[in-house]
């Protein structure tokens, strides 16, 4: 069997994975279900720890003409917008060696497909994935492209089709993931379009009972991204209604009232609620999740590797779901170098033995996270104290930050 994967899944996860798998001189085949990879998504956050992928990867220049390089993380109350403390992005840069960066999900996708295409991994769109099956020395996997059902052969298969991996169900069986009780609004709103004293180049974390919005600038800074995140209900969480609002595009007014919305942030400070006004068409991503990983059971199957979302949904609170996806991607791209087809079930194991206790723990810790964003009385009392005691110190992670494969 020639030195070949198949990936099914075009997002992030997928499309790195591709990317790395060529550049460890395996033939590479992306297959995306969606017709075109379009514009839609909001903003994410990449600290120095992916962004020193992306740079080892050849794509640190390219990162430069799209991202937004903010010189402060603000942890602030929603309530009275004071800045509990924050942590100077740009120091922690020199520090760990690697700018923190946030940018709009579509034009880190862009540079990741530009640089896969570019590489030589074949790509493909409207081509859903039905299924894998694992042969003896290989792997069989039944594409519906273009209409037509057809059949590839691989030394080995990626599962990067995200939070609802129907790869994941065939392979693990382990259920549908679960609303996670948390929705996320997100809106996009041109700094010129804001008056002067909203505009910003800096992240900032407002933190309310029960929510907080996070904003940040992409787009190279012209745009500023504005995240709510808060505890709810949905009318509907059955899972048919959570994963048709399950795409980057889902309108907040084809699900639920604003009225959610508002209800979220009453308590706001004024320069946050004038932001939050100056934003219009907000939308609506229900949060679903998984428990914690368990074991390297879950990142591998023979020659199907899991990655991504599809093997450790999260919620984004310590803002790392993409950037773990990149971490797989690494670890899989180092395990494949130098390695024949006979090798993959070996080194599979090796890379889902180095990566699930890191993708475990950063799951733990955005719940954790959410916990101490979302706090109400003596919890929240004390993180704040902390915080203007300690700044800084409290915000940085080095053993997330710090982290070299
Ligand atoms: C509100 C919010 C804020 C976030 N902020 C951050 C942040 O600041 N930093 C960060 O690092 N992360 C962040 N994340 C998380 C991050 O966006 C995800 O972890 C990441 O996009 C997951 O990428 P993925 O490729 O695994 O999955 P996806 O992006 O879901 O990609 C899966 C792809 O597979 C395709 N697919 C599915 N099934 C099939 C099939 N059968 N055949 C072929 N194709 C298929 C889908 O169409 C899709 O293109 C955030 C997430 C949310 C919701």
């Not at 003596?378 to 005691?389: I, K």
């Amino acid at each position: 069997m020639t030195k070949s994967l198949v990936v099914a899944g075009g997002g992030i996860a997928g499309m790195a994975a591709g990317l790395t798998a060529v550049r460890a001189g395996w033939q590479a085949h992306v297959f995306e279900r969606a017709p075109e990879f379009s514009e839609v998504g909001a903003g994410v956050q990449l600290g120095p720890n992916v962004t020193r992928l992306l740079q080892a990867w050849g794509l640190g220049e390219a990162l430069m003409h799209v991202a937004a390089f903010p010189s402060g993380l603000h942890a602030r109350s929603m309530t009275t917008g004071e800045v509990l403390a924050t942590l100077p992005l740009k120091e922690a840069a020199l520090m760990y060696g690697a700018p923190y960066v946030t940018i709009h999900r579509a034009d880190l996708h862009g540079l990741l497909l530009q640089a896969a295409s570019r590489e030589g991994v074949q790509v493909h769109s409207d081509a859903l994935v039905q299924r894998i099956r694992q042969v003896p020395h290989a792997v069989t996997v039944e594409v519906t492209q273009h209409g037509q059902l057809q059949q590839h052969d691989a030394a080995m298969a990626v599962a990067a089709d995200g939070v609802w991996s129907p790869l994941r169900q065939q392979l693990l069986g382990d259920g549908l993931p679960m609303f996670t009780g948390h929705i996320a609004y997100r809106a996009l709103v041109a700094q010129a379009d804001l008056p002067t004293h909203l505009r910003s180049q800096d992240v900032s974390v407002w933190m309310g009972a029960h929510a907080h919005v996070v904003s940040y600038p992409v787009r190279g800074g012209e745009y500023l991204n504005v995240v709510c995140l808060a505890e709810g209900r949905l009318l509907d969480d059955d899972a048919n209604h959570l994963q048709a609002l399950q795409t980057w595009n889902a309108k907040k007014s084809e699900a639920q009232a604003l009225a959610e919305l508002h209800h979220a942030v009453r308590d706001a400070c004024t320069p946050l609620t004038d932001l939050m006004a100056a934003c219009s068409d907000w939308r609506l991503w229900p949060l679903c999740g998984r428990p914690v990983m368990q074991g390297a059971h879950q990142h591998v199957q023979g020659r199907v590797a899991l990655v991504g979302d599809a093997a450790h949904p999260m919620l984004p609170y310590l803002a790392q779901g993409a950037g773990m996806a990149l971490e797989d991607a690494a670890a899989l791209g180092m395990q494949l170098t130098g390695a024949a087809s006979t090798d993959i079930p070996q080194r599979l194991q090796a890379f889902a033995q180095a990566r699930w206790q890191r993708n475990a723990r950063v799951q733990a810790r955005a719940v954790r996270n959410g916990q101490i964003f979302h706090a109400t009385g003596a919890l929240r009392v004390g993180r704040d104290m902390g915080l203007r005691l300690m700044g800084a110190r409290l915000m940085d992670v080095p053993w997330l930050y710090g982290y070299r494969a």
